[in-house]
Nanobody, 124 residues
Framework: QVQLVESGGGLVQAGGSLRLSCAAS????????MAWFRQAPGKEREFVAV????????YYADSVKGRFTISRDNAKNTVYLQMNSLRPEDTAVYYC?????????????????WGQGTQVTVSS
């Protein structure tokens, strides 16, 4: 069992930056691939970024590539999402998710555990 708690969301102006954190409980955090998804009002939850258990591979949605960076610290059981050059269209609730498996997966249904989400609002 893995419990995930996100933090770091807030209100920021367009062009600004935020760093989201996701703290995980459980001794097997280092064996899980971790991802960030987001959901804007009236829209489906969409993939943002994923990092493998070792941190050796990452993958990003085209909409955030070059602006967002996912990273993890297995010693702290934490995964991060550094978000730069934020745009109003990045406004959403951001969710952290964990998957016990290999490879890069960008589909919500393959993830086993989810956090409660943190709101990110980007003003124009």
């Amino acid at each position: 069992q893995v419990q995930l708690v996100e933090s770091g969301g807030g209100l920021v102006q367009a062009g600004g930056s935020l760093r989201l954190s996701c703290a995980a409980s459980g001794r097997t955090f280092s064996s899980y691939a971790m991802a960030w998804f987001r959901q804007a009002p009236g829209k489906e939850r969409e993939f943002v970024a994923v990092i493998t258990w070792s941190g050796g591979s990452t993958y990003y949605a085209d909409s955030v590539k070059g602006r967002f960076t996912i990273s993890r610290d297995n010693a702290k059981n934490t995964v991060y999402l550094q978000m730069n050059s934020l745009r109003p269209e990045d406004t959403a609730v951001y969710y952290c998710a964990a998957r016990n498996g290999l490879g890069i997966v960008a589909v919500t249904t393959f993830y086993d555990y989810w956090g409660q989400g943190t709101q990110v609002t980007v003003s124009s």
